[in-house]
């Protein structure tokens, strides 16, 4: 096995996604994480740290599990690989397709597979401009998204994305519009939260009069907004914003990369917990549990029926659409959630979770803990009263992180903004243990300041 330093000499050749390049090329600033256990992870020194961001929001059963593992292998062995394109299907890409959409609210029945969130959500759009020109309505191109969004990396998933990921990269901004941010915490002022709800949806109203509804094809929303900082919006959001789209015969696309397949309780967010039914869903993640990369744009009735028209070909595809490996490990992964009662699980110790880790709220740095279940964002303040924020350059989210590593837990730094997603098969006496840290780490910091 290689020793740390010869793959940190390998590692020079890697680029790493959303890191400062720079500050990398400096001694101890990468850590190597050379294998992992159910909750756990293990770095190449040895140290046991709790895997408090899940991968990256995605391995909900946790690592190791040798249902998904020996599924992907038992696939290679099988059919390592075709393609999904022209005539083309194999049994792991059908029984999932039917599979997703069973699970699927409402009349979101077929399927098509990638394999990334931002390629799921850029196939959304690629769909609704085919499903307008086919309608004979070309014009109708441009996509509403919110201040706080993240939607993924490609050059139209970045466009969606709110704009501080996209500072000093050229993005696709023709073709989208961000409505104001729906944090109430942070930028509601004086109203109240069902004042500034009436807000939201008057400024989404006058935004689609201004733009023009027939210019405008889609809304793209999380749940909860995730890599944005775990921005929950007023309750009743979701259900009055789908309302106002359908209104204009905008489609709603709720992009549940995230916060579908028990991250939130449930295989998908949109209704269980929304009570509402989007045009399109799109996810990721959670589908394999990170096992393998895939993702998948979940159509309605309606949009599939116009795209499958005659007269006209879907010219659209990836190489690895479908793959087969990737959608054995989507059937396994699934397969666990059902079998062991995860998201019904979850509703209970997310809760737990949720709860513990708001009683971090005592510590007079920590100005709001937010989210919901396995889907939490703690907000660092300078003063609480005025909801005053730490200067950029103090880099507190980065040092608390640093101070949770040390002590054995992976949370992710977002500027004043600490996140964990963990897995979703942690217990009580671990909701403590991260606890315990977070308020140690927390301390050392503020006391540092």
Same mark, same amino acid.
């Given at each position: 096995m290689s020793s740390?330093?010869? &793959?940190?000499?390998?590692?020079?050749?890697? &680029?790493?996604?959303?890191?400062?390049?720079?500050?990398?090329?400096?001694?101890?600033?990468?850590?190597? &994480?050379?294998?992992?256990?159910?909750?756990y992870v293990y770095g190449s020194d040895g140290q046991?740290?709790?895997?408090?961001?899940?991968?990256?929001?995605?391995?909900?059963?946790?690592?190791?599990?040798?249902?998904? &593992?020996?599924?992907?292998?038992?696939?290679?062995?099988?059919?390592?690989?075709?393609?999904?394109?022209?005539?083309?299907?194999?049994?792991?890409?059908?029984?999932?397709?039917?599979?997703?959409?069973?699970?699927?609210?409402?009349?979101?029945?077929?399927?098509?597979?990638?394999?990334?969130?931002?390629?799921?959500?850029?196939?959304?759009?690629?769909?609704?401009?085919?499903?307008?020109?086919?309608?004979?309505?070309?014009?109708k191109r441009i996509v509403l998204s919110r201040t706080g969004a993240y939607h993924?990396?490609?050059?139209?998933?970045?466009?969606?994305?709110?704009p501080l990921y996209s500072e000093g990269w050229h993005a696709a901004r023709d073709m989208v519009h961000h409505l104001p941010s729906s944090h109430h915490w942070r930028d509601g002022g004086d109203m109240t939260e069902a004042e500034f709800l009436d807000y939201l949806m008057a400024t989404m109203r006058e935004a689609i009069e201004h733009i023009g509804p027939d210019s405008i094809c889609a809304f793209f929303a999380e749940p909860i907004q995730g890599a944005g900082g775990v921005i929950v919006a007023p309750e009743g959001y979701h259900k009055r914003a789908l309302e106002i789209c359908h209104e204009y015969d905008i489609k709603y696309v709720a992009d549940e990369v995230v916060t579908a397949f028990g991250r939130l309780g449930h295989f998908f967010a949109s209704e269980d917990v929304y009570d509402m039914v989007p045009d399109i869903i799109t996810t990721a993640k959670g589908?394999?549990?990170?096992?393998?990369?895939?993702?998948?744009?979940?159509?309605?009735?309606?949009?599939?029926?116009?795209?499958?028209?005659p007269d006209g070909m879907f010219m659209h595809g990836m190489t690895y659409s479908g793959h087969p490996a990737a959608c054995a490990a989507g059937l396994a992964n699934i397969a666990i959630m059902e079998n062991e009662g995860i998201p019904e699980r979850v509703r209970t110790t997310g809760k737990q979770f949720e709860s513990i880790l708001r009683g971090l709220?005592?510590?007079?740095?920590?100005?709001?803990?937010?989210?919901?279940?396995?889907?939490?964002?703690?907000?660092?303040?300078?003063?609480?009263?005025?909801?005053?924020?730490?200067?950029?350059?103090?880099q507190v989210g980065l040092k608390v992180a640093q101070a949770c590593q040390r002590r054995g837990l992976i949370v992710r730094p977002l500027g004043n903004v600490l996140i964990l997603s963990p897995t979703l098969i942690m217990d009580a006496p671990m909701f403590d243990d991260i606890a315990a840290i977070l308020r140690e780490a927390i301390n050392e910091v503020a006391t540092a300041l």
């Open positions: 740390t330093n010869d &793959i940190l000499e390998q590692d020079n050749h890697l &680029i790493q996604s959303f890191a400062d390049l720079n500050a990398l090329k400096q001694q101890g600033a990468r850590t190597v &994480i050379s294998r992992a256990e159910g909750p046991r740290m709790i895997d408090g961001i899940g991968g990256l929001w995605c391995v909900n059963v946790g690592h190791g599990r040798e249902e998904i &593992i020996s599924a992907v292998a038992d696939q290679l062995r099988t059919l390592d690989y075709y393609s999904t394109f022209y005539n083309f299907t194999h049994p792991k890409a059908a029984e999932l397709a039917a599979k997703v959409a069973s699970l699927a609210p409402g009349h979101l029945n077929t399927v098509y597979f990638g394999n990334s969130g931002s390629v799921a959500n850029d196939s959304a759009v690629r769909i609704l401009h085919h499903y307008n020109i086919r309608k004979g309505k070309p014009e993924g990396s490609t050059h139209l998933a970045i466009a969606l994305t709110t589908l394999t549990s990170g096992y393998q990369p895939l993702s998948a744009t979940i159509v309605s009735d309606d949009i599939h029926d116009v795209i499958s028209g709220m005592d510590i007079g740095m920590v100005g709001e803990v937010r989210g919901s279940h396995f889907m939490i964002g703690i907000e660092f303040v300078k003063d609480r009263a005025t909801r005053e924020s730490h200067a950029p350059e103090k």
